[in-house]
């Protein structure tokens, strides 16, 4: 027995419905957009009642709007996510920023999953909806490590998701398809893994089973300057503050550095964090990028030997998704003074960022400095554009396997026996350590086990009597093999079948 008094599997629902509530748009009489998911609700819950053997006055599911008025609303998330035996989430963008949503998944995925049977290989609880189409954007790593492919919902499923299905009456079958298809994913889902019951949670205290952001709308801005405690004593403490991050250095004009570049960074569609360079380097270094990156680097900071060692090892790292600016204010005669030797401390401690910097991306100045707010105004754009850039790719999916290698024609001459080798049938055309032209007298010996040259060369194996693959006149065409193992693979081929491919419609060729 549990605390809600359950004690047979058959009475827990069959799936908990995870999604991200819609706001109402702003015109006036618009309506409920989450009538949609409610209407999926009803019907997933019909589908499932046709499918299996729940009892009269059983909940088949649930979704937070079917609570009774005046139950504690995390009280209740907390028990059905304890006991529903399928979790299914709908993907939207707006999901994967849901900080609830993310609750929601984490408190799921708390409760262990084994397979029913021992030949089965299920090993998750989760069935994931495209509730919107999210081919454009980058799913967080819990959502990305799940093999599902929604291509077998149907093809307009995959496409389109299953709000536009809904929606457009020209999708009505296909809508149809895809929720029958869902729910008896679920009930296989249900039927195929053991998950206990588990723990009770407190709901409001569990983190995000994944960011809210996507890493590359993330800013992280790093600064390397002083504090006022730690300044040598000819420089002038009204720049900087407390903590190396209130660095001001264009003062008394504007804030901040920080701030104001986190302001400049929300303009651009950024949502920037402020962090010390000091406790970032040696992720950056080590090439654990969470996101791009801006350094606001004060020149004053390099007569610190340890901290121009830090950025030296920084420079050498080539960490092309962090881009470097020099704040340097012409008006500060401090800065003035010592223009040359911090000037020459920047350049030694950056040689390989000066040479790599693009002049399209350099500071309105050069890279000699920026030397007023408006030139910093001016180079912030183009300097988080291009670690936006060198972020995405650095970070692009890669094949899991390389690709094998290509056949080789010599390795299948060789086990043939026939045209060259050790047994002196030939030397070989290929081994330049023979000192022989590869095109020159030795053509008509390729011809044993089926492969003898006509007058034009068909099937592409050898040439009419100037040596195999050497100067001869074949066309190369094909002469009806059309099982040959070594004909090259079409690139473009798509069976339409490929469990990882989430986003490719059933059947047939691909586009080219």
Not at 5 to 11: A, I, K, V
Not at 16 to 38: E, I
Not at 275 to 290: L, P, Q, T, Y
Not at 484 to 498: A, F, I, L, M, W
């Amino acid at each position: 027995m549990t605390d809600r008094g359950w004690d047979e599997d058959d009475t827990r629902p069959y799936f908990f419905l995870s999604y991200a509530h819609t706001p109402k748009a702003g015109a006036r009489g618009a309506g409920d957009p989450n009538h949609w998911v409610r209407q999926l609700y009803r019907d997933l819950c019909e589908a499932v009642l046709q499918l299996t053997t729940v009892p009269d006055g059983v909940p088949v599911g649930f979704m937070d709007e079917s609570m009774h008025q005046g139950e504690l609303w995390a009280d209740r998330l907390s028990d059905e996510l304890a006991s529903c035996r399928v979790f299914v989430p709908l993907y939207s963008p707006r999901y994967f920023n849901s900080v609830p949503c993310g609750q929601e998944w984490h408190a799921f995925t708390r409760r262990p999953v084994y397979p029913a049977n021992l030949d089965s290989e299920r090993t998750s609880g989760i069935v994931p909806v495209l509730w919107a189409p999210m081919s454009r954007y980058r799913l967080p790593k819990v959502a990305g490590e799940l093999q599902f492919n929604h291509a077998s919902f149907g093809p307009d499923y995959a496409t389109e998701g299953l709000y536009a299905l809904m929606k457009l009456s020209y999708f009505r079958s296909a809508y149809e398809l895809a929720v029958h298809r869902l729910a008896a994913r679920i009930v296989q889902v249900a039927e195929e893994t053991v998950i206990p019951i588990g723990r009770r949670l407190e709901f409001n205290g569990l983190p995000s089973a994944f960011n809210v952001t996507a890493p590359t709308k993330q800013l992280r801005i790093s600064v390397l300057a002083y504090h006022r405690g730690e300044l040598p004593e000819e420089r002038n403490p009204d720049y900087y503050g407390e903590r190396r991050t209130d660095w001001h250095p264009y003062r008394p004009v504007g804030s901040p550095i920080a701030q104001h570049a986190v302001r400049l960074a929300r303009q651009l569609g950024f949502q920037p964090t402020v962090h010390e360079f000091d406790d970032e380097v040696e992720s950056i270094i080590d090439g654990n990028a969470e996101a791009p990156g801006l350094l606001l680097l004060d020149r004053w900071a390099l007569r610190d030997p340890r901290r121009r060692e830090l950025v030296r090892r920084f420079d050498r790292s080539d960490a092309t998704w962090v881009s470097v600016l020099e704040p340097w204010n012409a008006d500060d005669p401090e800065c003035e003074e010592h223009a040359g030797e911090l000037g020459e401390l920047s350049d030694d401690a950056l040689r390989i960022t000066r040479r790599a910097s693009r002049p399209s991306f350099l500071g309105a100045t050069g890279p000699t400095g920026l030397h007023s707010l408006e030139d910093f105004d001016d180079a912030l754009p183009r300097a988080a554009m291009k670690a936006k850039y060198a972020f995405e790719g650095r970070t692009r999916a890669e094949p899991e396997e390389p690709p094998p290698p290509r056949p080789s024609l010599r390795d299948a001459f060789r086990r043939g026996g026939g045209g060259y080798g050790p047994d002196g049938s030939g030397p070989d055309p290929f081994d330049e350590d023979q000192g022989q032209d590869p095109g020159g007298g030795q053509g008509g010996q390729g011809g044993q086990g089926g492969q003898a040259a006509n007058g034009n060369g068909r099937g592409g194996q050898v040439a009419n009597g100037r040596g195999a693959y050497g100067q001869g006149h074949g066309n190369g065409h094909d002469n009806g093999n059309r099982d040959d193992p070594y004909r090259e693979h079409d690139p473009h081929r798509d069976d339409g079948d490929d469990p990882d491919d989430g986003m490719a419609p059933l059947g047939g060729r691909g586009n080219r």
